[in-house]
């Protein structure tokens, strides 16, 4: 079994670090064309699958937008998600889960255990309760190959009042949690299997994170094109921790429509590069 | 549009304020005698329905169980929301969601909207992004007469390192988050609609949440029976707020398995009344 984290080295060397995220949300469903229904949701997930591959490795579907429409909803996510892994995508789940002891477990095997109808390669998860309250999660990630990224710092202002409160350590909430999760990557050789969220619009140091901490565990960062994020302030955003960021794009390349995903996809990844 | 903390007083002052927890988990459909898949977790879930009809008016299904069997899962969820609500009994998706602007807003619309398939009366949600990240979910919730129970406080010792963390104001953040909420139910005449989650073991004073301010908030308290809270210690624990709560029992009613639900939950009528 490959380690996660080295997993997601591989897929960075091989197609680049820019990640995808499929939000199949209303208005853009209608932008696009079509139903606001699980149908709509599946057919925007998959032609964007087409237009990603060979140009991007990971992609990120956002649960919410497919739970809103029930199982069916949930159906079209499982063909989402296997589409994506047969294709050879490694699939982050944006599913912000997070609950104690058996309840944890139990998101831990819907979106992570090997033969769950919506298994992915990795989720996020919300650690509201703790780090310690995602340890069921954690180590079913672990067991399988799978990986965990842990909600840390956000970019919306209304973040600062849970995430710049000041634990007993000191820190701030999101900068203990960085730490943390830091500790437990701390025996991997390259990157480890446990990540954190960051979308930063401002240097991360702002929320008390210290980016040294972060050279084994790779960050996913949200929002960028879109929420006021560019992809060539990586190293303003994120400083020496910059080499460990898997940057996400989503409503600038889903709002080019269908015709305009995969150029829009390659002017993100030129932006990247340079 | 009746408000939905108008509808839950009306519900406690029919049925008393007992909540019957939902959570079919693998060793529970064991003990059951059932598949661990989505037809074992329907089929405990709608048993526990018949055995709580005429015994509480609340109940609470954990998405969790469901959702690890993917669609199939959900389709059962959404079979048990629907029996439940169409036999009167008010239903608390127990779903700790979160996120911000427009994913927030799905999450919203999957549990929240009228006409939706997983469509309950109140979710829970998860504001590690802040309570103004849940706006969307809050002001749907509103305008549709349903509610969202805010987790706050929780009994699980790791999670004292966010939850205990000092805010700005110089509260907890537990205790901050409490107040915000509170702040939000100020115009009620009795129970406002946004609530708050706070299980507790010991004294929630000890967690920096003042029981004065939540007069008009309704206190989703899970774990009573199991976790090692007693429902006749609700005074001591919450304090001139214990009126205000909601004590869930989930896993001291399930196990005890199809044949002895009725009296379980009898028998915590009857130490709730005592």
């Not at 490959?2 to 897929?11: E, N, Q, T």
């Not at 159906?75 to 789940?93: K, P």
């Not at 104690?100 to 992915?120: D, H, K």
């Not at 999760?181 to 446990?194: L, M, P, T, Y």
Request: proline fraction near 4%; charge should be negative; aromatic fraction near 6%.
């Amino acid at each position: 079994m490959i380690a996660f984290g080295d997993r997601l080295k591989s897929v960075v060397d091989a197609h680049g670090r820019l990640c995808l995220g499929i939000d199949p949300h209303t208005s853009l469903l209608e932008l696009w064309g079509l139903s606001n229904d699980a149908e709509g949701a599946r057919a925007l997930a998959l032609r964007a699958l087409d237009a990603a591959h060979g140009r991007v490795g990971i992609v990120k579907p956002q649960a919410a937008f497919f739970e809103r429409f029930g199982a069916a909803g949930y159906a079209a996510l499982e063909e989402v998600i296997r589409t994506a892994r047969d294709g050879g995508f490694l699939v982050i789940a944006d599913v912000k889960r997070g609950d104690i002891g058996s309840t944890a477990a139990a998101y831990g095997e819907a979106w992570l255990a090997p033969g769950s109808p919506l298994e992915a390669d990795a989720m996020t998860a919300v650690a509201y309760q703790g780090l310690g309250s995602l340890d069921p999660v954690i180590e079913l990630a672990l067991q399988h190959g799978k990986g965990v990224f842990v909600l840390t710092a956000t970019s919306n202002p209304e973040g600062r009042e849970v995430q710049q409160s000041v634990s007993g350590s000191g820190r701030s909430v999101a900068g203990q949690l960085a730490r943390d999760v830091a500790v437990r990557n701390a025996s991997a050789r390259g990157w480890g299997s446990i990540g954190v969220v960051i979308g930063a619009t401002e240097p991360i140091t702002a929320s008390g994170i210290d980016p040294v901490l972060l050279q084994h565990t790779p960050v996913l960062g949200p929002g960028f094109g879109y929420q006021g994020s560019r992809l060539s302030a990586l190293d303003s955003v994120y400083g020496v921790a910059s080499s460990s960021v898997i940057p996400t794009v989503t409503r600038s390349v889903l709002s080019a429509g269908p015709e305009g995903l995969a150029a829009a996809l390659d002017a993100h990844r030129a932006e990247l590069d340079a």
